[in-house]
């Protein structure tokens, strides 16, 4: 059984970091590619990173460029998330998924989602 844990949220103020972590298990997941979805209230979800199965490639919306950095630990079946200078706008509910593609970065190409955990950025 595919599961997907995200971990890492939470509340921080305008200006802040924090690094989002999930964990992959129920398969080998490093031929994949991986990626970070957001949600905020009225919102459709909407693509924030993705990334190939080695690494090599790299999709960022263009609202968190130069901001967030994804990366991952095909070791440990781990994709991180590391946010930057946050912004009150990028308050929203957090999603990693996989895809079954090496290469994806649209929200259909994805397969298996986590649960999501909350990232609160206060003004």
């Known amino acids: 059984q595919v599961q997907l844990v995200e971990s890492g949220g939470g509340l921080v103020q305008a200006g802040g970091s924090l690094r989002l972590s999930c964990a992959a298990s129920g398969r080998t997941f490093s031929r994949y590619a991986m990626g970070w979805f957001r949600q905020a209230p009225g919102k459709e979800r909407e693509l924030v990173a993705a990334?190939?199965?080695?690494?090599?490639?790299?999709d960022l919306a263009d609202s968190v460029k130069g901001r967030f950095t994804i990366s991952r630990d095909n070791a440990k079946n781990t994709v991180y998330l590391q946010m930057n200078s946050l912004k009150p706008e990028d308050t929203a509910i957090y999603y990693c998924?996989?895809?079954?593609?090496?290469?994806?970065?649209?929200?259909?190409?994805?397969?298996?989602w986590g649960q999501g955990t909350q990232v609160t950025v206060s003004s």
């Open positions: 998924a996989v895809s079954l593609r090496t290469v994806a970065s649209t929200i259909s190409e994805y397969d298996y």
């Open positions: 990334i190939s199965w080695i690494g090599a490639r790299t």
